[in-house]
């Protein structure tokens, strides 16, 4: 998704020529319906921050949309870092699943199992009211404690954690895309990264992409 957003973006900026950047497109939506799965030989928990899965895919689809173009495996009419990756580096492109997740990340209410576990474990509270308890600190007894008290207080702590979840999902929106090898976009044309990031909102999968913004101030 994101090669197909930056070749978008590239070919509007005649930074790519229409063939090359139209062919890395369709290779790249090809990738994205799962068509070359079995060309992904590198494992994506690799080290070297995903040098080698990156570079996997820029080969896989420089090869497919070379032979888009007519061209032969490893003829590379479009080739891999001069043309795939233009404008990118692996630093920038590769932590990039936050906006392939879906909307719920932004709700707390559609993580589905937190709002019920925290409705279970308060009618447990309840219904375990009266059952009188020694309290532990430390790996001992302590003071008395109602069962239900405990449990109220579990009901807590997962509401908590879905209330940390959602604000920590806010941070998940934001892209280095356009950012380059150190951040500071050197070697990418003034209007790259608004327009991949534009392009990564609304392209593919529009469902999931709503409100993506970048971390340089980018909003989409």
């Known amino acids: ?47 070297g921050a995903g040098v080698s899965f990156h570079m996997n895919s820029n080969e896989v689809i ?37 906006c392939a997740w879906p909307r719920c990340w932004n709700s707390i209410n559609s993580i589905p199992f937190l709002p019920d576990c925290r409705r279970a474990l308060d009618a447990k509270g309840k219904e375990f009211h009266n059952i009188m308890k020694s309290g532990r600190t430390h790996m001992q007894d302590a003071v008395p404690i109602r069962l239900g008290q405990e449990f109220a207080a579990y009901a807590v702590a997962i509401h908590k954690a879905a209330v940390n979840l959602g604000v920590s999902s806010e941070d998940l929106r934001e892209l280095g895309l356009g950012g380059s090898a150190v951040g500071t976009g050197i070697n ?33």
């Open 1 to 47: 998704m994101v090669k197909y957003a930056a070749a978008q973006a590239n070919k509007d900026l005649g930074l790519v020529d229409d063939k090359r950047a139209n062919a890395i497109m369709q290779a790249a939506k090809e990738v994205v319906d799962g068509k070359w799965d079995p060309s992904f030989v590198v494992d994506v928990f690799q080290a």
């Open 62 to 98: 420089a090869n497919r949309a070379t032979e888009l173009m007519g061209g032969k495996l490893g003829d590379y009419t479009v080739h891999p870092n001069d043309h795939v990756n233009y404008g990118q580096s692996t630093n920038d492109v590769f932590p990039h699943p936050p």
């Open 188 to 220: 990418t044309h003034p209007d790259y990264r608004a327009k991949a990031v534009a392009n990564l909102a609304k392209n593919l999968r529009p469902e999931t992409h709503a409100g993506c913004r970048h971390a340089l101030g980018y909003a989409v």
